[in-house]
């Protein structure tokens, strides 16, 4: 699960509860900005991996198994734009492009205020990242519907390819 720097960042415990409840192992990869945001620690507790934030330096063995799907969740303007360009600059990002290219189900939940989702390049993005393969949800799904209502984390877990559940 690729955690980045927006909002919903915050409250990823309950889509982790949420996957394990359904069976799932968790590994938590957050982007560098997200690892600021993020409770580390408490994450590790609850999955019970450790959080992978920084690349792999050379000679060090490979950490994490190959995926059964990915998750991408709060996508940022950013990483989504970088990922596209085939931008390879931190442990998300690696993984995200390894994993696209071993053709792992990959599920994205973006997540950008108005004014930067307006940049043509995300919604272009957007589309070539479907156009790919990739599950792609409404921008903002899980915006709450009200506010100090929880993240509507089950727009993911729906998303998840019914193979895999
Ligand atoms: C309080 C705050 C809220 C933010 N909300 C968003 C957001 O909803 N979506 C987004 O794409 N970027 C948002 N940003 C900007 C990202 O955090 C910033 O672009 C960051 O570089 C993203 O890094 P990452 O893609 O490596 O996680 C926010 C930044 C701050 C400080």
Redesign the pocket.
């Known amino acids: 699960m690729v955690?980045?720097?927006?909002?919903?960042?915050a409250a990823v415990s309950d889509l982790v509860e949420l996957l394990m409840a359904a069976g799932w192992t968790v590994q938590v990869v957050?982007?560098?900005?997200?690892a600021e945001?993020l409770d580390l620690p408490m994450l590790e507790a609850l999955t019970g991996n450790p959080i992978v934030s920084r690349t792999r330096r050379p000679g060090e063995s490979r950490r994490e198994s190959r995926p059964d799907l990915v998750i991408v969740a709060?996508?940022?303007?950013?990483?989504?734009n970088?990922w596209v360009a085939g931008i390879n600059d931190?442990v998300?990002?690696s993984l995200l492009n390894t994993t696209f290219g071993l053709q792992v189900p990959t599920i994205i939940s973006?997540?950008?205020?108005a004014v930067?989702a307006a940049h043509p390049a995300f919604h272009r993005n957007l589309a070539l990242l479907a156009e790919w393969g990739a599950l792609v949800t409404e921008r903002?799904a899980l915006r709450p519907e009200r506010p100090a209502h929880p993240y509507q984390w089950n727009v993911i877990m729906d998303l998840i390819p019914a193979g895999l559940r």
């Open positions: 955690v980045c720097a927006a909002p919903p960042a957050p982007t560098a900005a997200a945001w709060p996508a940022s303007f950013n990483t989504i970088k931190n998300a990002l973006p997540y950008a205020k930067l903002d």
